[in-house]
């Protein structure tokens, strides 16, 4: 089963709509990779920008669940459920917005075939760019891919 399970990269929002409400599209997203249903793909510079982004002020003080406690946790969660690749090499420029780039280069070192992003520069931009690099890419919104791996569980007999 594990082979034919989806390949996915979150970025850094998917990861903190995850962590501040887990009912939430992008809590559906991880709870797929949690039971096993999709394969989760991380790196060390996304671990650090997610960890970077969850322990901001700023964060904090609009998501008022995100203690330390519920931070640590949640990266227990992480550890335990995602691939960790660390052999990642920067391949792909994005000149529009670098930060986005190690979501790509994860997605093309793993041959990825979701990035899950509600960041406009991925949805637009960067899917002419992925195209040539990874084929069979396809740079989805969190209920975009919830409903494709949803659909992909039925038709082939799995879980609703």
Sequence with gaps: MDEHRPKAVFDCMIFLQAAARRDSPAGACLALAEQGLVALYVSPAILAEVEDVLRRPRIRAKFHRLTDDVVSEFFDRIESIAIRVDDVISAIALP???????????????????????????????????????PGLRIVDPVTFLVAVRQRLVSAGGES
Excluded: H, M, N, W
Aim: glycine share 2%; charged share 35%; net charge negative.
């Design 96 to 134: 529009r917005d670098p930060k986005d780039q190690p979501y790509l280069d994860l997605a093309l070192r793993t041959q990825a075939e979701y990035l899950v992003s509600r960041d406009r520069d991925l949805l637009e931009g960067a899917t002419r760019i992925a195209a040539d690099a990874i």
